[in-house]
């Protein structure tokens, strides 16, 4: 009987250390390829013995259904069929392994982690996405593809030694199957949950550093996407991940930290429900927010990064000008968010994409379309991408330009019409809009700086590199570079036709951008990587370098402040037209959250006890400092506030 249970548990004994030697080998390829990240040797062994672990967990649940089936088939008799089906089963679950960790190193390279829920994300955009791979990721797509077929097809020959389909039927008794079943049953569900204690193993309980890259790897990236795609729609569930806090006391400080008096607050459904009188008291003007793609503070000479955006620069000598400006995220969804809604991110999806905020969400175009605004959206690429067209239709916009309305694009890239196109049929939009005597508000959402960088021939002259900075840029980073140039001539030229327009007199102008191009470094937050420009133009407020901390989420309510439109909101940020505004922003980094008051920093991460650092602007590096306690607390409301202001429908535009 021993023999023979022992033949059975056979196939699931090897394939299991198959699996974990092939995850061994990536997580060693890959540490070694990041060894400058890890500070002592003791952490690069921990990474090993934190991922052995998750990797127990994983290959726990990949083959604990066909491990608990196993034995029954084997004394049935389908024992050859279903040998078959096993031999299929195992190959798809190698492939998958393999393929996840073959993905891996250009992910990292991209966003400074293992795939993720953006992984995820893009897959719902299959026309998108296979362009972008095609026309700036081709080799890499073809080294994953060689190197999963190669190993493939020499896995499947192993197979046949592993699991012999053609042996005769063998004689299985059914106690050597209880047997069987009993021991993967147990070994397994025990690799699968990780500990005996009460809850299961989870990422937070094998994170043991401070670079978020350090403890990506300590996952598998198979592992890290289902845990990402578990999170997907568990919203509720993302104001418990910092810890818990009394709702009662979570609206209190949201309140006290907008600035408002506590009597402003009056609503008894929508706590955070305020109205606000706008500074500027004449005619009520027009807006028009342009958002870039992917413009970092990092490639703006005039905040202290490269010489690519003059255009940037010059509307930074002409408008209001914010010099400390930071993105709350770093997905375009996440900047529309902060920019549209005014929303505080949260580690959840941002509200673009679900559900209970498809109708009826609050927005600044909803609101304004209360006040008689005509409000339009336009963007050169597909609309429906990461669900923009479907948010903004059912809150407030009501005139959707994309793609199919540019006439005559010029130029088409892999993520639609370039910027010029854009632009030019703006111009054409803003003209009609301004023809038609209603006050607007027209979105403008820029997409030529995006992967794969595609801009029209000819119209760019790359900037000069030194030596030293050229060994410090690849390929790919350089055809980055041409991107944001061409965007910053396309914009700056849409800006210089735009002032000889009739409707440039009454409109105020926003450029902003959604993040910066990648995220990423060994601070558990990279504070460098959302400081992002943002300036104002044409607004009553004369030219003005601020200095201030500020958010995206404070752009809106200080937009509608300088249009001369009543704030009658629940958006948190700050009318930044009140001097007595303080410099604050928030930031979600994956699962990690930062709280910026000036140069202090509260960072909040799962089940872990918050820590406080210190930003040095100039040297754009976070230094330990001793725990605020006051400050832990304030981020902590503000972390959560989002999770429950959409689980309980706190954020409405419509109000009683």
């Known amino acids: 009987m021993f023999k023979a249970t022992l033949n059975l548990l056979r196939p699931f004994v090897l394939f299991f250390l198959l699996l974990m030697l092939t995850l061994f080998i990536s997580r060693l390829g890959l540490g070694l390829w990041q060894m400058q990240r890890f500070d002592t040797f003791n952490s690069f062994l921990t990474l090993f013995l934190n991922g052995f672990r998750i990797d127990l967990s994983a290959l726990g649940y990949l083959l604990i259904l066909p491990a608990i089936v196993h034995p029954w088939f084997m004394i049935s008799g389908y024992q050859k069929i279903w040998l078959k089906v096993l031999k299929v089963l195992f190959f798809f679950i190698f492939i998958s392994v393999l393929f996840f960790e073959l993905a891996t190193p250009a992910f990292i390279h991209e966003y400074g982690f293992r795939p993720n829920r953006l992984f995820i994300e893009y897959l719902a955009y299959p026309n998108e996405v296979m362009k972008m791979l095609f026309n700036g990721h ?8 060689t190197l999963i077929l190669i190993p493939g097809k020499l896995f499947w020959h192993l197979l046949a030694k592993l699991i012999n389909t053609n042996q005769p039927r063998r004689s299985v008794s059914f106690k050597s199957a209880t047997l069987s079943f009993v021991t993967l049953f147990v070994v397994l569900v025990l690799c699968a949950r990780g500990t ?3 809850r299961p193993i989870n990422p937070s309980l094998v994170y043991f550093s401070t670079d978020p890259l350090i403890n990506s790897l300590t996952l598998n990236s198979i592992y890290s996407v289902a845990h990402a795609y578990k999170q997907l729609g568990n919203e509720k569930n993302a104001s418990k991940l910092y810890g818990e806090m009394a709702t009662e006391k979570v609206i209190a400080i949201v309140q006290q930290e907008t600035g408002l008096a506590p009597q402003a ?6 706590p955070s429900l305020a109205s606000r009188a706008p500074t500027y008291q004449g005619k009520a003007k027009n807006l028009v927010i342009i958002l870039e793609e992917s413009l970092g503070a990092q490639f703006v000479s005039s905040l202290g990064g490269l ?3 003059p255009e940037i620069n010059k509307l930074n000598n002409e408008g209001w000008a914010f010099k400390n400006l930071y993105a709350t995220g770093t997905r375009s969804v996440r900047g529309i968010e902060a920019v549209i809604t005014g929303f505080t991110p949260t580690p959840a999806r941002a509200v673009v994409k679900l559900d209970k905020s498809q109708h009826g969400f609050f927005t600044i175009a909803s609101l304004l379309a209360k006040h008689n605004y005509t409000t339009q959206f336009i963007y050169g690429g597909e609309s429906h991408f990461d669900n923009m067209k479907s948010f903004f239709l059912g ?8 793609f199919n309305d540019i006439q005559n694009p010029a130029f088409i890239g892999s993520w639609g019409a370039s910027d010029e196109d854009l632009f030019k049929q703006a111009n054409i939009e803003l003209t009609k ?4 005597d209603k006050p607007f508000f027209s979105f403008i959402f820029s997409s030529s700086n995006h ?3 595609e801009i029209p021939p000819g119209v760019i002259t790359p900037i000069e590199y030194t030596a030293e900075q050229l060994s410090q840029y690849d390929e790919k980073e350089l055809l980055r570079h041409k991107a944001i140039q061409y965007a910053d001539y396309a914009l700056g030229k849409f800006i210089t036709k735009a002032k000889q327009q009739p409707y440039w007199q009454d409109t105020i102008f926003l450029v902003v951008a959604d993040h910066d191009a990648r995220a990423f470094g060994s601070d558990l937050v990279p504070i460098k ?3 992002i420009p943002g300036v104002i133009l044409n607004s009553s407020k004369q030219q003005f370098s601020d200095e201030r901390v500020v958010s995206q989420i404070d752009l809106a309510p200080t937009l509608l402040s300088l249009m001369g439109v009543t704030n009658h909101s629940p958006m948190l940020g700050h009318d930044l037209t009140k001097p007595e505004s303080s410099g604050r922003a928030m930031m979600q980094y994956a699962e990690n959250f930062a709280y910026m008051e000036d140069d202090e920093v509260t960072i909040l991460q799962p089940q872990k006890d918050p820590l406080n650092f210190s930003y040095d602007f100039d040297e754009k590096k976070l230094s330990p400092t001793k725990l605020n306690q006051s400050l832990s607390e304030v981020a902590l409301a503000h972390a959560l506030w989002g999770s429950l202001a959409y689980e309980h429908e706190w954020y409405a535009s419509e109000y009683d």
């Open 196 to 198: 005996v204690g009460h």
């Open 433 to 436: 809009l301004n023809n038609s």
């Open 529 to 531: 990587n959302f400081h």
């Open 265 to 270: 607050f009056t609503h008894l459904i929508q």
């Open 307 to 309: 010489p690519l955006s």
């Open 138 to 145: 081709l080799f890499t797509l073809v080294m994953v593809l």
């Open 451 to 453: 992967d794969p960088f």
């Open 395 to 402: 809150n407030g916009f009501s005139d959707i330009v994309d």
